[in-house]
């Protein structure tokens, strides 16, 4: 059993910045690609990042492309997604999630076997 615990999300002006982490224990981390979601109110939840087990290999929504980075540390368990020039529709609870047996350019919302609680992030215009 993996239980993931996100954290960073926050208040932040259009433009700005911020740096989710995503913190895993249970579980041997490195052996499960994982995956940055999110949900707006009143919005299915969609795809954001996936990466691979070992970091080579990343992928993006569109929507998110050179403007958010997901990286991982698999000696500290932990998956990150920096968001830069954020953009109120940004604006969305933030959910990491884990795969196992699932290619990175696999991932989706209908294949993830853990999920964290997620984490509110807010872009005020």
């Known amino acids: 059993q993996v239980q993931l615990v996100e954290s960073g999300g926050g208040l932040v002006q259009a433009g700005g910045s911020l740096r989710l982490s995503c913190a895993a224990s249970g579980g041997a981390f490195s052996t499960y690609a994982m995956g940055w979601f999110r949900q707006a109110p009143g919005k299915e939840r969609e795809f954001v990042a996936s990466?691979?087990?070992?970091?080579?290999?990343?992928y993006y929504a569109d929507s998110v492309k050179g403007r958010f980075t997901i990286s991982r540390d698999n000696a500290k368990n932990t998956v990150y997604l920096e968001m830069n020039s954020l953009k109120p529709e940004d604006t969305a609870v933030y959910y990491c999630a884990a795969a196992r047996g699932i290619p990175a350019m696999e991932i989706s919302t209908y294949v993830m076997d853990y999920w964290g609680k997620g984490t509110l992030v807010t872009v005020s215009s």
């Open positions: 990466i691979s087990r070992s970091a080579g290999n990343t």
